[in-house]
């Protein structure tokens, strides 16, 4: 729920920074601590690649975007907002290259099969 709502936010707001103007950012995931008091949200730019100005903008702003979704969502106590790069994707992207760089071993080229 949080999710959607600061995604919303991001999209149709008008900010007065203009790194955060000029930006299309997708939230990928908002992690909500147990007490409800913080939540962390992972943000990736449009292009995928991590820029530090943003994540600076979007922490400078957390204060408003907080306003904002308690206006968006009714929860009996807002969270904190901090934000990160995720970089799962990127994580993803190494693993899948490592799994193509791999040279299947003579066991491996008849299905994994033991025996005749």
Do not use: C, Y
Not at 14 to 31: G, N, Q, S, Y
Request: aromatic share 4%; charged share 30%; net charge negative.
């Amino acid at each position: 729920m949080l999710r959607h709502a600061l995604s919303e936010i991001l999209d149709r707001e008008e900010f007065r920074d203009p790194v955060l103007a000029d930006a299309t950012v997708t939230v990928t995931e908002i992690r909500v601590s147990p007490d409800l008091r913080n939540a962390t949200a992972f943000v990736v730019p449009l292009g995928g690649e991590g820029d530090p100005e943003l994540l600076t903008a979007l922490r400078r702003a957390a204060p408003f975007l907080r306003k904002r979704l308690g206006s968006s969502v009714s929860l009996k106590r807002l969270p904190q907002l901090s934000f990160e790069t995720d970089d799962s994707f990127d994580h993803a992207d190494r693993i899948s290259a490592l799994l193509r760089g791999v040279d299947p071993g003579p066991a491996d080229e008849d299905g994994g099969q033991d025996g005749p």
